[in-house]
């Protein structure tokens, strides 16, 4: 039977170990807490990425600077023309989310018509929302916010959009566009050639 020292060296012993445990599980439990909160870090900072990737699918190239949002406002001088303006924007927003139009369609027109007031802001955001639906199918987005930024003098960032319109859908139209701004702006810079997807008519010869 222990002596009261060993019984004392063996509470001791176990009073030891036990803290000793505890301060291992407690140093486990810290290190889980940390590991779950640089995951928590990394998860969220993905899904606030992809937010803002989201909500802002093209952003201005960094080389551009834009002074000012204004446009030029056609309905000036025109406060009917203007009125009517606001209120197809108004009901144009009151159809997102339903059937007869998509949300695209929907937001290329809400950016025309804020265009149509000088509005360069609006029109970027709601050109930005168009894209955030569909930026690899179709290009009407793609050449309006070329456009935009073209007026607005951010000319990079024109450069990069009407370039995508054609890419996307080598159509005259946006060909044209793209080769007009580029003569004006890059005139160093080489056009479009055939091999990066001329769509001039071309006439195909049979060998007799």
Known sequence: MPNFRTKYTLFSRYVILGHMENDQIHIMSTSHVVIWIIVALIIGGGIWFGFLR?????????????????????YADNPEGAQRVKENIQRFKEEIGKK???????????????????????????????????????????????????????????????????????????????????????????LLSPAEGDVSDTQTTTDN
């Not at 989201?54 to 056609?74: G, H, K, Q, V, Y």
């Not at 916010?145 to 159509?171: C, F, K, M, N, W």
């Open 100 to 190: 007869e139009n998509t949300e695209y369609e929907l937001y290329v027109s809400i950016a025309n018509e804020y265009r149509l007031l000088g509005d360069g802001k609006q029109s970027y955001n709601y050109l930005q929302k168009a894209l955030a639906v569909d930026n690899d199918r179709t290009s009407v987005a793609w050449h309006n916010i070329g456009i935009v930024l073209r007026d607005l003098g951010a000319i990079h960032s024109a450069r990069t959009a009407l370039r995508s319109a054609y890419e996307i859908q080598p159509l005259p139209t946006y060909k044209m566009a793209y080769e007009r701004f580029l003569a004006e702006y890059f005139p160093d810079e080489q």
């Open 54 to 74: 989201e909500e802002n699918p093209f952003p201005i190239d960094s080389r551009d600077t834009i002074t000012s949002w204004e446009l030029t406002n056609i």
